[in-house]
């Protein structure tokens, strides 16, 4: 049977208080994922996140972290590349500390390369990441690549398993809404894409890559590039549709964890969860 979790992208809207407080919160309100949100920078301390950590574990709230925007491992700048290579680095040891199983980051860019050369060389930069991990011994984080929803991007599923093959303890982040925006609208509307999405993951990467598989969505608009704006779950004018992605992952039984993305964070975790609880049950919500 299914199994998901769910929470939001940062801290929760709703919420006053310190990080470490968040745990708890999600807790009460009925939600059990957090993803900690150090897109601008890695600021949280050595003692912040450990205390983080044990606020999880009390909560039993299974704690991710989004890297830095600011990333391109594909770059053909010397500078920007080791600044990128050190800003993985600083989320691996950040979330080392505060017991985050997955650091999800955007490779890169194609700017000045072809797709296969920005390919390689984000796999030569990750491979120093890969180093760097087991040098601290945090080997139990994952690397995490998102699906990206702009066509300049580097970050296709068929690029994120290729990434993840050379990689060890890594597993593409399935972002259902990029890949609707990518795809100008093409892919991510039946139940057979959904299917298909999980399907190549496992074939390519083993079961170890859905246990659980760890996605993002919110509806998302987008334009002749690709992703331009998120948008919360009751704007039915954008795409995708949850329903369609829940029913098509009950019906292959994964395990999985569901982050939102939608400008209404908490909320619209808690109604993908009351949309899940609906078409396959309560018990298909992990407690």
């Known amino acids: 049977m299914a199994r998901f979790m769910f929470g939001p992208a940062g801290k929760p809207i709703s919420y006053r208080g310190s990080i470490q407080g968040v745990p708890e919160f999600l807790r009460k309100i009925g939600l ?43 770059s053909l700048s010397e500078s920007t590349l080791r600044a990128s290579i050190e800003r993985l680095a600083e989320s691996i040891r950040a979330s080392k500390h505060m017991n985050a199983y997955l650091v999800v ?56 398993i290729e990434i993840c093959r050379a990689i060890s303890n890594c597993r593409p982040v399935i972002d259902w809404a990029h890949i609707y925006a990518r795809t100008s609208g093409s892919l991510i509307t039946s139940i057979d894409h959904v299917i298909k999405v999980v399907e190549e993951v496992e074939m390519e990467l083993g079961s170890k890559s859905v246990k659980p598989l760890h996605m993002h969505f919110s509806k998302i608009e987008y334009g002749r590039g690709g992703e331009r704006e998120h948008h919360a779950l009751s704007e039915a004018e954008y ?37 899940c609880s609906r078409i396959c049950g309560v018990n298909c919500v992990a407690d």
């Open 32 to 74: 059990n994922a957090f993803e900690y949100q150090a897109v601008r920078g890695v600021r949280i301390s050595i003692e912040q996140a450990e205390e983080l950590a044990l606020e999880a574990a009390k909560s039993g709230v299974l704690v991710s972290l989004h890297a830095p925007y600011f990333i391109n491992l594909s």
């Open 105 to 160: 980051f955007h490779p890169g860019y194609y700017k000045g390369s072809t797709p296969r050369e920005a390919l390689n060389r984000a796999i030569i930069a990750l491979k120093k990441v890969e180093e760097f991990r087991d040098s601290i011994k945090a080997t139990n984080v994952w690397l995490g690549p998102e699906t990206v929803g702009k066509t300049s991007q580097l970050g296709s599923l068929e690029e994120n």
């Open 239 to 275: 795409g995708p549709n949850f329903e369609l992605v829940c029913k098509g992952l009950t019906q292959v039984g994964v395990e999985g964890v569901f982050i939102s993305e939608s400008p209404l964070l908490e909320k619209d975790a808690l109604l993908m969860k009351d949309i």
